[in-house]
Antibody, heavy 121, light 110 residues
């Protein structure tokens, strides 16, 4: 079955960086983009950015530009999201999701299980 | 960038019908997709496009769209439908790929 499996929980200090991985299986990895979405405790979903595993092209939400880098390793069907200069308000569950695009609609399916990143001194 | 606005919370009696709405300018150009999220779990896709359900999603879930508003309807709500629901669409206000999520609606089944 189509599945995305993410790396485990992380605890980081303010100012540090975190890298979360997302490994796809059960489909042709280069055929679909991967979006990253985060959810702070008790808050809603926030889209962070997208990467094409096919060619490595990315698009980031304005809020994260300059702080986030997404990369992909097609030899292992894995996408990475690195967030730098962490602050306490970056504490959140980070999700990857397969991004399926058509002309006038997109959808995220499936989602990874989520990775809790805690930023605390 | 665009925004998508949802009512914070709605309640529905068991077996009755509830409609959740999502409003935003981007919905005039793009269809919404809808996600169900239960506490401590990752979101799952329930509706995408004009009115498409992924396999495994019950047919009591349906979608519609008109103007700047997308709607998710649960016909014959079950206790298992109690969850947060989020809409999402591409952002039509920018030239590059950008997505926006709705503010989320908590559905309580009474």
């Amino acid at each position: 079955q189509v599945q995305l499996v993410q790396s485990g929980a992380e605890v980081k200090k303010p100012g540090a960086s975190v890298r979360v991985s997302c490994k796809g299986s059960g489909y042709t990895f280069t055929k679909y983009g991967i979006s990253w979405v985060r959810q702070a405790p008790g808050q809603g979903l926030e889209w962070m950015g997208w990467i094409s595993p096919y060619n490595g092209h990315t698009s980031d939400a304005k809020k994260f530009q300059g702080r986030v880098t997404m990369t992909t390793d097609i030899s292992t069907n894995t996408t990475y999201m690195e967030l730098r200069n962490l602050r306490s308000d970056d504490t959140a569950v980070y999700y990857c999701a397969r991004d399926v695009m058509a002309a006038t609609v997109n959808w995220f399916d499936p989602w990874g299980q989520g990775t809790l990143v805690t930023v605390s001194s | 960038s665009s925004e998508l606005t949802q009512d914070p919370a709605v309640s529905v009696a068991l077996g009755q019908t509830v409609r959740i709405t999502c409003q935003g300018d981007s919905l005039r150009s793009f269809y919404a997709s809808w996600y169900q999220q239960k506490p401590g779990q990752a979101p799952i896709l329930v509706i995408y496009g004009k009115n498409n359900r992924p396999s495994g999603i019950p047919d009591r879930f349906s979608g519609s769209s008109s103007g700047n508003t997308a709607s998710l309807t649960i016909t014959g709500a079950q206790a298992d439908d109690e969850a947060d629901y989020y809409c999402n669409s591409r952002d039509s206000s920018v030239n590059h790929l950008n997505y926006v999520f709705g503010t989320g609606t908590k559905v309580t089944v009474l």
